[in-house]
């Protein structure tokens, strides 16, 4: 049975180590940083010795021996949770199987609907996910761009919109934006209602912030546009209506205030895919292409229950 780490687990800690493959899971800022290393066992040993740290670490033991270990806990809030790490010893792919459907076990008693996972389409566990009951939802492509210096200087050139800062009093304007943007088949796994889909943010940290492009007269939101400093990079993402004309000039305008040359990096999601093109005209490089997948712990009701209602005239 998945447990939590423990201290006493960190002399178990190098031999899986010598066992264990590389992380098939992948955060958003490993992502980024392109990074797949072995199993870093310093990190995890101080974590072991953390009872706050070792609260989003989870084992899978057999007589004392580690033969998985998950980072796992809540994203933006406790409607969803986030597999950001899975080390498994090697030659026993059985053990991906149990680790990831019964992470479930604690996601679910903590009030968790959805756990989330990130894997390259071509991870060697991918198998053993789905039969764990991670569906994919949705896939991302990373593009990079070398110099954030050069983006603003051919940004300079080209006419800015009109942005106004997004606030918490914004929540139900974005959801609405989220509605518009994202298809139904989507929605259905990410999220359809208002606290869900923001349980199911991935945090972008302190040094990150949201513009708003409107309808001319209106609160509408015609797109949303986020820039963020994660991993040495510039991290920009967006969601637009499915029927907007806003180029990607106006997703990469936001460039123009950011400080220091850093490179640029975004992440273009498959049912938006129409921007790749453009920015690679724009000077980025395609790179990887992750799968989201996503296990759903609250099954929705598919029959209709006849009631009354008092209603007021």
Not at 59 to 73: D, E, H, N, Y
Not at 76 to 105: C, I
Not at 201 to 229: C, D, M, N, W
Not at 266 to 276: F, K
């Amino acid at each position: 049975m998945i447990r939590h780490l423990h201290p006493t687990d960190t002399p178990a800690l190098l031999p899986f180590k010598q066992r264990s493959g590389p992380d098939e899971a992948w955060s958003l800022k490993r992502a980024l940083a392109d990074g797949r290393g072995s199993f870093p066992l310093f990190k995890y040993s101080s974590i072991a010795l953390s009872p706050r740290a070792w609260q989003s670490c989870w084992v899978l033991t057999r007589r004392a021996s580690v033969q998985a270990l998950l980072r796992a806990g809540t994203r933006s809030g406790p409607l969803a949770w986030d597999v950001s790490e899975v080390y498994v010893a090697r030659r026993d792919p059985d053990v991906a199987l149990m680790a990831l459907e019964q992470v479930a076990f604690p996601a679910g008693a903590a009030g968790a609907r959805r756990i989330f996972l990130r894997m390259r389409s071509d991870s060697e566990l991918s198998t053993e996910a789905r039969a764990a009951g991670y569906r994919p939802a949705y896939s991302e492509t990373v593009y990079t761009a070398p110099s954030s210096e050069e983006l603003r200087g051919s940004l300079e050139e080209l006419t800015a919109p009109n942005f106004t800062p997004v606030g918490p009093e914004d929540s139900h304007a974005a959801y609405r934006l989220y509605c518009a943007a994202v298809p139904i088949d989507v929605r259905t796994r990410v999220g359809q209602v208002l606290e869900e889909w923001e349980s199911a943010q991935e945090p972008l940290g302190r040094k990150s912030s949201a513009f708003a492009v409107r309808e001319p007269g209106t609160e509408r939101l015609e797109a949303i546009v986020r820039l963020a400093e994660l991993t040495g990079h510039h991290y920009v993402s967006w969601m637009r209506t499915a029927d907007s004309a806003l180029g990607l000039e106006t997703f990469l305008a936001p460039l123009r205030s950011s400080t220091g040359d850093k490179p640029v990096a975004a992440m273009v999601r498959s049912y938006d895919a129409g921007l790749g093109e453009p920015l690679r005209d724009f000077g980025f490089t395609k790179g990887e292409t992750y799968d989201v997948m996503i296990k759903t712990l609250a099954v929705p009701v598919t029959e209709a229950m006849p009631g009354f209602a008092a209603v007021e005239r």
